[in-house]
């Protein structure tokens, strides 16, 4: 009976003790997640993606006389885009990916970073980086696409010449 007794309670420490390490690696997280500003770079996303679907209405040609039915568009993709992947949706998964990702020592170690005049700094320049490295990626896009296009269709026409000889 002792025994039995003895090894509930090494269980029940053990689950108190794992509970309590994953309370403050969760209290963490939601700290990480605050001081990194994470739903303010969810908006800076929006605008991102904003000036993309602004762009759209130059890649489709749209006329003067059609931009009240593309604004109508825009707006519906916009709500989407604001619906589907707003912060509040978003952050259980991020908190869940950092969870899987990261010891509650690497939290400790990003907190001490961020925290810092270097962290604070990467911080608030970090959307204007990403802005300016996703502008030029879609520059670097705009000549790569036509040539894998190219390539594609040279692929698709070997191998239909192969299908032929067979």
Excluded: C, H
Excluded at 29 to 54: I, P
Excluded at 91 to 115: A, H, Q
């Amino acid at each position: 009976m002792k025994i039995k007794t003895l090894a509930a309670l090494i269980l029940l420490s053990v689950s108190i003790s794992s509970n309590a390490q994953s309370d403050s690696k969760q209290a963490k997280l939601n700290e990480l997640v605050n001081v990194m500003n994470m739903d303010s770079m969810v908006e800076t996303m929006y605008v991102q993606m904003e000036a993309m679907m602004k762009n759209m209405s130059t890649q489709l040609g749209v006329q003067p006389s059609e931009q009240a039915i593309f604004d109508k568009y825009y707006q519906r993709m916009s709500e989407v885009m604001k619906e589907d992947m707003s912060w509040e949706k978003m952050e259980p998964g991020i908190v869940d990916i950092y969870t899987r990702n990261f010891s509650e020592e690497e939290i400790d170690d990003m907190l001490t970073f961020y925290k810092s005049e270097t962290g604070k700094s990467l911080l608030q320049k970090m959307p204007s980086v990403m802005q300016e490295s996703m502008q030029m990626s879609q520059s670097l896009m705009q000549t790569t696409v036509p040539k894998m296009q190219q390539i594609a269709q040279e692929l698709r026409q070997a191998l239909e010449e192969s299908r032929k000889t067979q």
